[in-house]
């Protein structure tokens, strides 16, 4: 399969945001990390970070993959710009989160692009991209063999 992992906000100060909310590694290590587990198993990763929620928009919908894995940051709190992007394109979307944003701030609480993702995966640092990429796997597995 070919993924699409967009990050969001400040997600290129990981490294140098609480360890204990996002884990150690940097935006780079992290990419390595899943790119090494999709070579690992056959598949594709294709990496795009922005500050910035147009180009999120843009690259939505733009993108050119089997699967998207999408960590809008603070974004996925008030950015009904990528809800609706979501909502309009056909390739499927995973909502991840390196913490877990259920049991942090009440304003983190919220996710406006809940309703327009095929699933969420929070709270596993690192692994959370990795628990989705196998999740979409499942998925197409379990649909070729229907």
């Known amino acids: 399969m070919k993924f699409l992992i967009?990050?969001?906000?400040?997600?290129?100060?990981?490294?140098?945001?609480?360890p204990s909310l996002y884990g150690n590694m940097t935006l780079n290590e992290l990419n390595n990390f899943i790119d090494g587990f999709c070579q690992k198993n056959g598949d594709e990763a294709q990496f795009f970070q922005s500050?910035?929620?147009?180009?999120?928009?843009?690259?939505?919908?733009?993108?050119?993959?089997?699967?998207?894995?999408?960590?809008?940051?603070?974004f996925?709190?008030?950015?009904?710009?990528?809800?609706?992007?979501?909502?309009c394109i056909s390739v499927p979307v995973c909502e991840v989160h390196l913490s877990d944003p259920s049991l942090r701030e009440a304003f983190r609480k919220f996710?406006?692009?809940?309703?327009?993702?095929?699933?969420?995966?929070?709270?596993?640092?690192?692994?959370?991209?990795?628990?989705?990429?196998?999740?979409?796997?499942?998925?197409?597995?379990?649909?070729?063999?229907?």
Do not use: C, W
Request: proline share 1%; hydrophobic share 40%.
């Open 6 to 18: 967009i990050n969001g906000p400040n997600m290129n100060m990981l490294g140098k945001r609480d």
């Open 51 to 74: 500050n910035h929620e147009g180009d999120i928009v843009d690259k939505l919908q733009s993108a050119d993959a089997d699967a998207i894995l999408l960590n809008a940051a603070a």
């Open 76 to 87: 996925t709190h008030y950015s009904y710009a990528i809800h609706d992007a979501i909502e």
């Open 111 to 146: 996710s406006v692009i809940e309703d327009v993702v095929k699933f969420t995966v929070k709270g596993l640092k690192q692994d959370s991209y990795i628990e989705a990429i196998n999740q979409f796997k499942q998925s197409k597995t379990n649909k070729a063999q229907a």
